[in-house]
């Protein structure tokens, strides 16, 4: 099983989408404004691709938030952060069988490359 977690309006969900459509892939997209991830996956991903890989420091959102908020000293309050503010989630998120795989859309990397077929 393969989900997607992204935001419709994404250029890179977008893309990623559109790959996985041309090469006849079955997978499941989340809008992580609607069906936003469970804590225990972003525990997961945290653990797998860090906290920093996962937030998207570049993205509005982020430079919208204060000092207090940036400053989060535990995987628990990165996911709450997340949680919060789900569009500081880069994206895609890509999980297949329940476990993180890789953020963001390359068709070159290894980890969508795999999913051919």
Request: hydrophobic share 40%; proline share 4%; aromatic share 8%.
């Amino acid at each position: 099983m393969i989900t997607v977690y992204g935001l419709k309006n994404c250029d890179s969900c977008r893309r990623a989408l559109a790959w996985l459509k041309e090469r006849s892939t079955t997978f499941d997209f989340h809008d992580v404004r609607e069906t936003p991830p469970d804590n225990a996956l972003m525990g997961a991903a945290i653990n797998k691709l860090g906290v920093d890989t996962l937030i998207n420091k570049r993205s509005t959102t982020w430079r919208q938030l204060d000092d207090r908020e940036r400053d989060f000293e535990s995987v628990d309050a990165a996911i709450a952060l997340i949680a919060k503010y789900p569009t500081l989630l880069k994206r895609p998120l890509l999980v297949v069988e329940g476990a993180p795989v890789t953020v963001g859309f390359k068709a070159s990397e290894d980890a969508w490359q795999s999913l051919q077929g």
